[in-house]
């Protein structure tokens, strides 16, 4: 990818916070080192095929002093981020960090061990296993704990158990109640949009190095193996109920509609250690990540680590972590969460106050700073989430997209507006100069304004598509936020060198396996092409054989509805299949072994004629 130098005002702003931040106070470094046991010897993992889905030694740029192309801030947390391997927390309680984006935690009971979080990927999740077991010999595991609903925390499962001990009762799968719920939400009915975008966010498809990606704020970035998941066998419903496996007693806070919408903490007494799963990181974290997801509520988030701090805190001598190293110490843990806890809060209650005197959610992020004492803490730093995106989205979480102005309430999308402006502007030529004034005075937020509008109104236009590539690199390397400098370095290289496309895979079928078959018609819905469907007017029943249970399904104004009864008799067309062999003919095989079909199969085609897969592919930087 062409690489520009950092502009002068880029260079400024990084030796102003290399002055003003406490880069004496390094602290965080030892506690990422402390109890390393050791790492991989080959830093590459790869799959069955031998692809390489991770590997670290491709970071091994980020050692000493931070390039001009990276802000210092976000260096001195990549440094922290590479460290890599097995870490004893304290005997009985290890981890392994560094080998995916999230980090897997092993407790040890009698005689076997419970996992929590088995990362993102089957190749990493076996990988960890494998450095685990080699530093602390073969226990059996007997029970995996997912704290919540997000890929990373229980992605690699498939890679630690085999989904026959689960059956056959010999390991427990544990996680919140709505588990199933919002992973499937979150990670198939909107799975190919967010896969795209998260593309973009983790930098995915960068070339890595100072000019290049750097980390992704809460780890490195994401594996790039199978995604798996295994139904839980035991949902945890209430705070403050206590679970016992292989000796080793649980006691867990539900905490939900945080950073996920099923998401849980636990406290292991054996060892006075609290797990705060991803409420309370080294970052600052997303009340909106830019991926797209639910907006999440920084209020009762506040309020939950209230509860843990009033639950725990003088219990607790150790906190880890579903990311990032531990805390040790019980009042060092305790200030710990007061800090997060009330990160959380001043924004919640600052963007509320400001939003009742009228101001807008772009206003409030333009202004809206931390107070001293938290700003000076690591901690709070916006390598993940940052103040501007979380304050609008707070802002649309109470108040929707709307800013309230009547002019804002009906524009023309993107393509239309920007040819409307550009002709204004008197061209695209036009436009482009004034963005290469903008970019020579430093102002490379208005340069990126403008070019945006030149190449949605001309996509052809190579000067516009080129200094609109050099805008969004200088903007990248004055980030401090590991997301925004991969989207703007992933829309650069876009711009230079065409669609990426979705470089880690959406809708992975191991994940797609364990869909009910409600979860199964509601993703079909999703993919109705409405208007191709407007005149379609189709009933079939769906027997699965191996369940089961029969649905009868209606196709009527472009809406697929599905209800659970007996087959009637009143349907054109009985299916009769298994649950798998259903996904395989959604797949496109169009004759699955089990596959039996009685009356109309006309039916069928017209239903599946109508289906319309998402796109990986679609446009992003580019209309």
């Known amino acids: 990818m062409q690489q520009n130098e950092p ?11 290399s002055a003003t931040l406490p880069f004496s106070d390094d602290a965080d470094f030892a506690a ?3 109890g390393f046991l050791g790492t991989l010897d080959d830093p590459a993992i790869r799959d069955e095929s031998g ?7 491709t970071f091994g740029f980020l050692d000493g002093d931070a390039p001009l192309t990276v802000h210092p801030s976000l260096w001195r947390q990549g440094r922290l981020v590479l460290k890599n391997g097995l870490f004893e927390v304290t005997e009985g309680l290890y981890q392994v960090r560094g080998l995916d984006l999230s980090v897997m935690s092993f407790i040890e009971g009698d005689s076997g061990v419970i996992v929590v979080d088995p990362l993102l990927t089957k190749e990493t999740g076996a990988a960890a296993l494998g450095l685990y077991r080699r530093h602390r010999g073969d226990r059996p595991i007997v029970a995996v704990i997912f704290t919540h609903s997000h890929l990373d925390h229980f992605g690699g499962v498939l890679g630690i158990v085999a989904a026959e001990d689960v059956n056959e009762g010999r390991v427990e799968i544990v996680a919140p109640a709505g588990f199933m719920e919002h992973a499937i939400s979150e990670n198939v009915f909107a799975g190919t949009a967010m896969a795209r975008r998260a593309g973009y966010m983790y930098g995915a498809a960068l070339d890595r190095g100072p000019s290049g990606q750097v980390g992704a704020g809460l780890g490195l970035t994401l594996s790039t193996g199978e995604t798996t998941l295994l139904v839980p066998t035991v949902d945890v419903a209430a705070t403050g109920e206590t679970l016992t496996f292989d000796g080793v007693e649980f006691e867990f806070q539900l905490a939900p509609n945080t950073e996920a919408p099923a998401e849980m903490h636990f406290f292991v007494p054996r060892y006075n250690a609290l797990c705060m799963a991803e409420n309370a990181t080294h970052n600052l974290h997303n009340l909106l990540t830019l991926r797209g997801a639910l907006v999440r509520d ?19 001598d150790i906190l880890f972590t579903s990311h990032h190293w531990p805390t040790w110490g019980r009042d060092e843990l305790v200030a710990f969460l007061r800090v ?12 509320l106050r400001l939003l009742n005197r009228g101001f807008t959610g772009a206003e409030i992020a333009e202004d809206l700073t931390l107070p001293p004492a938290l700003e000076r803490e690591w901690s709070t730093r916006g390598y993940y989430g940052s103040v501007s995106h979380n304050v609008k989205a707070i802002a649309q979480r109470y108040l929707g997209w709307f800013d309230g102005n009547p002019a804002r309430l009906w524009p023309h999308p993107p393509e239309a507006l920007a040819a409307r402006y550009v002709a204004a502007l008197g061209g695209v030529d036009r436009v482009v100069a004034l963005a290469q004034t903008a970019y020579d005075d430093g102002d490379f937020r208005w340069a990126a304004t403008l070019l945006d509008h030149a190449v949605f109104a001309d996509p052809g236009s190579a000067p516009a598509k080129a200094l609109y590539a050099d805008t969004l690199e200088q903007l990248a390397y004055g980030s401090e936020n590991a997301t925004w400098r991969n989207f703007f370095l992933s ?11 979705t470089p880690t895979a959406a809708n992975a079928p191991a994940v797609l396996a364990e869909l009910t078959p409600e979860q199964i018609f509601d993703s079909i819905a999703i993919t109705v092409d409405g208007p191709r469907a407007w005149d ?4 079939l029943d769906v027997v699965f054989s191996d369940l089961g249970r029969t649905f009868h399904l209606t ?31 959604l797949g496109g095989d169009p004759a699955p072994p089990s596959l039996v079909l009685e009356g109309d199969a006309g039916v069928l085609q017209q239903l599946t004629a109508v289906l319309q897969r998402g796109d990986p592919d679609f446009s992003i930087v580019l209309p």
């Open 32 to 34: 990422a080192d402390r």
């Open 555 to 585: 196709l009527t104004n472009g809406v697929l509805i599905h209800v659970e009864r007996r087959s009637a008799g009143d349907a054109p067309l009985r299916v009769t299949i298994t649950k798998p062999d259903f996904l395989a003919l």
């Open 340 to 351: 997060q806890r009330d990160l959380y809060g001043y924004l919640h209650d600052q963007t």
């Open 536 to 539: 379609l007017d189709l009933a």
């Open 7 to 17: 502009a002068p005002s880029i260079r400024e702003a990084h030796r102003a916070a």
């Open 491 to 501: 829309g650069a290289t876009e711009l230079r060198d065409g669609n990426f496309g």
């Open 298 to 316: 920084p209020h009762v988030w506040s309020q939950y680590l209230t509860e843990a701090i009033e639950r725990y805190g003088d219990r607790a």
């Open 51 to 57: 692809r390489v889905v991770w590997d670290t030694s």
